[in-house]
């Protein structure tokens, strides 16, 4: 390593203690070499000036030359702006700000000549441009003229002078030090073979490019490399595992499992069920210990493979448990599982915390001995009281509910750690799962039973309750029921606790024929339980609730979702209580109820849910439109990721074209020890160093 590189960014000409401080605490920018990978995140072509007569509110960045005729302050509270009315003497433009405006006044003078970069838009038959970048003309150099780089900068940033031109700056004395390359970063042969561009001229184009084509490789070569990384880590990770952990075997298929298939099966198994059990019979019969990821939207019949699977176990003599994320979800799976095996000698079990005394000891002991073959249950299984003869395979069911830290614990219920799969209804778009569950093989349920009515979603201004409640009657007096769904994001907002007991009443007073029943968060556990049951037995027609009812819960007769405030709640979560509906034979509906106001995001996800019923899409529009840190699920997934430059929506087919690349080097090089890999293995040692969240999944 050169010097200069790690060295502290406050010696940098331009920086100092100061400002070092603010780049350290905003962007974890210690050294000129973090300062040299933070990118701009936008270029502006600069090598042109519009004129004001071409614009037409359709183009993307411009810049303009021209001068401030007059300012003009408009609106009120939040619509309070400064107008710069600008012309270039072929048309005037108006230029907006909606803060600062007295620190632009002072700023900006009438009559200088300007170089004004921006987006146009038409308002009123206008063009504007709303928060451009303004710099004086006599600034901006012919010779940097070109691709201008631009980079985000934080409001304390601002304060402290470190806006995008002093990054630019800045950026520039770092380049400025560069005499000779820098050590590559992969290895030669990955280079030459795909036609990467070095790794310096990558660093020198992202930042200053020399043309657009030269930008366009810069970018690829740093995207591939950052993907590259991500997976050759998690491939690396998975290949450690498969080494560590042998798997038991379970080598054939019985008469436990064939008895059910012949005598007990209520229906025909759709191909993409047949198609998984297929993976996954392979996976336990491989001597590798399997991890799997099973997605299926909701209703989609996973509970059935679950329990095929199980059923393989047990003809090979292992116990299978199974764990959902709450009572209520465990108590039906524990019902459906038994109903399902009426008739056959297979021993299946309820553990849950309410289970306690007797009839608990009995269950243990059956554990121990190997009489129960089958334990359904909560996270009372995976208590350390709980002990197994021989425990061969785990189900977990609807898995964000569950940390890596409890999946962990499970490993230890035998001498090898049992096979493990994973159920989830949160579907996760595939290129995301591969980065985030990388040492989890995905398999996917990717269609419904036959002759379910697609749920016809509509959208309803709360204003016209009264021809809801009209639909909804007639619902009800057909036999149906009806949930009923309040926003509460965190358990403890006052507001909308009183927003779902106001609605509730309004309900009851609106139904008076009807039996209510409510439920949310803040209630005992046993009390909520009590509550679901009357909506599950079919007292209670309506159940006003929270979003407590989002996971799992199957009540075929219910078919009215209608979801309030809809405008708070996120696509995933849409979507997946609009899967709470739709599970019986009837045509199910949902109903987004929405103020009259929405923005735009609001908008999409409405006109989204309304169009489709498929969680795939649904999940990657909610991917595009939140960005993939907020996912449902990707907190706890132990695998966060930063990625720099590659964008997991965009470079999905480059993801996976460079998964391929790492699985190649991995394969030939299992041991590390091929001197033509050296400088990958280093370099993926380095970065485990410096990433917490990579060290943490090794
Ligand atoms: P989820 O994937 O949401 O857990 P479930 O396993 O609860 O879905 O299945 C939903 C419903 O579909 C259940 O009532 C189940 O009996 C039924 N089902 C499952 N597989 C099939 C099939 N192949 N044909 C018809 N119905 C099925
Ligand atoms: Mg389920």
Known sequence: MIDWVASDIKFLPGVGPQRAAVLNKELDIYTQHDLLYYFPY?????????????????????QLKGQILSFEEAGEGRQRRLIAHFSDGTGVVDLVWFQGIKYLLGKYKIRQE???FGRPAMFN???NIAHPDIDLATDVQMSSMGLQPY???????KRSFLNSQMIVKLMNNVIKQIKEPLPETLSPAIVSEYHLMSLTDALLNIHFPGNAEL??????????????????????YARDRQRKYRGYVFSRVGDIFNTFYARNLPFQLTSAQKRVLKEIRRDVGSGRQMNRLLQGDVGSGKTLVALMSMLIALDNGYQACMMAPTEILANQHYETIRELLCGMDVRVELLTGSIKGKRREGILQGLLSGDVQILIGTHAVIEDTVNFASLGLVVIDEQHRFGVAQRARLWTKNVQPPHVLVMTATPIPRTLAMTLYGDLDVSVIDELPPGRKP???????????????????KQIAEGRQVYIVYPLIKESEKIDLKNLEEGYLHVCEAFPDCTVCKVHGQMKPAEKDEQMQRFVSGEAQIMVATTVIEVGVNVPNASVMIIENAERFGLSQLHQLRGRVGRGADQSYCILVTGYKLSEDTRK???IMVRTND????????LKLRGPGDLEGTQQSGVAFDLKIADIVRDGQLLQYVRGVAQQLVDADPNGVDPENEIVWKQLQALCKTNVNWAAIS
């Open 42 to 62: 936008k270029y502006v072509d600069r090598s042109r000036i519009y004129s004001i007569r071409e614009l037409d509110g359709t183009m993307p960045y411009i």
């Open 215 to 236: 930008l366009r490789k810069a970018q690829y070569r740093l995207k591939f490399e950052e993907l590259f990384y991500v997976q050759l880590n998690i491939l690396r």
């Open 605 to 607: 996800r409405i006109e």
């Open 114 to 116: 300007y170089i004004v």
């Open 125 to 127: 038959g206008r063009v």
């Open 455 to 473: 749920i016809a979603t509509l959208h309803q201004f709360d204003n016209n309750r009264a021809s809801l409640y009209r639909s909804v009657r």
């Open 151 to 157: 980079y985000n900068t934080t409001e304390k940033m």
């Open 615 to 622: 969680g795939f899409e649904i999940a990657e529009a909610d």
